[in-house]
Nanobody
């Protein structure tokens, strides 16, 4: 059974930085894409960034220039460095892994990120 496990996040003042990490367990196959989505209270889940197995990234306009996603050294790992955090970045951040070969999609349990004003 494939599991995505997130770590990091927390509480920081606006303008500060936080880091998230995600690792996928239970599969020998490389994820086609790994990514981050977020969901604020009362809002729909939205894309933050996706990164392909080749390292190509796609960022939401709202985080461009502030957030950076990189592949980890181990297979099926991804990091998200969040700088210049704003109160509107406050949300639960979910790691997303997709395997196009099997048409499968996996989600992590979520990590709280809070930027206080």
């Amino acid at each position: 059974q494939v599991q995505l496990v997130e770590s990091g996040g927390g509480l920081v003042q606006a303008g500060g930085s936080l880091r998230l990490a995600c690792a996928a367990f239970g599969t020998v196959f490389s994820m086609s894409t790994l990514g981050w989505y977020r969901q604020a209270p009362g809002k729909q889940r939205e894309l933050v960034v996706t990164i392909t197995r080749y390292g190509s990234t796609n960022y939401a306009d709202s985080v461009k220039g502030r957030f950076t996603s990189t592949k980890g050294n181990a297979k099926n790992t991804v990091n998200l460095q969040m700088n210049s955090l704003k109160p509107e970045d406050t949300a639960v951040y979910y790691c997303d892994g997709r395997n196009s070969l099997f048409g499968s999609n996996y989600w992590g349990q979520g990590a709280q990120v809070t930027a206080s004003s």
